[in-house]
T-cell receptor, first 115, second 113 residues
Framework: GAVVSQHPSRVICKSGTSVKIECRSL??????MFWYRQFPKKSLMLMAT?????????EQGVEKDKFLINHASLTLSTLTVTSAHPEDSSFYIC???????????FGSGTRLTVV | DQQVKQNSPSLSVQEGRISILNCDYT??????FLWYKKYPAEGPTFLIS?????DKNEDGRFTVFLNKSAKHLSLHIVPSQPGDSAVYFC????????????FGQGTELSVKP
């Protein structure tokens, strides 16, 4: 089955710095990946759709200059949280997939803490 | 606008009994529904799905029922096991919008020995 790897699993950064999170499809090619964010005891909220070779599509209310997405290859999408603030602390998860399970396999998530 | 709703934040069930998790949706354009199991600090793990052209899908101890007229789906787990304790999310997809999923708020299931 499809495997999605996400790295790092946990990161702590200082306020004002930038953090990059990687999402890789290990055994398949993903022209599209998805980035979600989960607040404590809340649902997963779609942030953006990452498209290989083109600009990401952001959901309403998500700042594209704050959350930079790059999908440079068919197996890698990155999410960079720029100039991070404590309110950006959250659990970020990516997803990808192929065929009938398009977009349905999730990475293990990244816990970001901004201090 | 919460298009997918799980109105029960938690559910406690005795081991061996049936667990029933409910989910309601408002968007009639959704044509594919999924259930995920999630542990803290981990990504969701796919459990079972159902297409809108079906009303039931079964996989081992897990069965998903879909009532399109009521815009309601449910996940049945029988028999429930302590290892089933986790947060369960239902999610919906509109095939016209690619693979992005709209999630419910989740229900925390606790199965007691």
């Amino acid at each position: 089955g499809a495997v999605v790897s996400q790295h790092p699993s946990r990161v702590i950064c200082k306020s004002g710095t930038s953090v990059k999170i990687e999402c890789r499809s290990l055994d398949f090619q993903a022209t599209t990946m998805f980035w979600y964010r989960q607040f404590p005891k809340k649902s997963l909220m779609l942030m953006a759709t990452s498209n290989e070779g083109s600009k990401a599509t952001y959901e309403q209310g998500v700042e594209k200059d704050k959350f930079l997405i790059n999908h440079a290859s068919l197996t890698l999408s990155t999410l960079t949280v720029t100039s991070a603030h404590p309110e950006d602390s959250s659990f970020y998860i990516c997803s990808a997939g192929t065929g009938i399970n398009y977009g349905y396999t999730f990475g293990s998530g990244t816990r970001l803490t901004v201090v | 606008d919460q298009q997918v709703k799980q109105n029960s934040p938690s559910l406690s069930v005795q081991e061996g009994r049936i667990s029933i998790l409910n989910c309601d949706y408002t968007n009639s354009m959704f044509d594919y529904f999924l259930w995920y199991k999630k542990y803290p600090a981990e990504g969701p793990t796919f459990l079972i799905s159902i297409s809108s052209i079906k009303d039931k899908n079964e996989d081992g101890r897990f069965t998903v029922f879909l009532n399109k007229s009521a815009k309601h789906l449910s996940l049945h787990i029988v028999p429930s096991q302590p290892g089933d304790s986790a947060v369960y999310f239902c999610a919906a997809n509109n095939n016209n919008q690619g693979g992005k999923l709209i999630f419910g708020q989740g229900t925390e299931l606790s199965v007691k020995p």
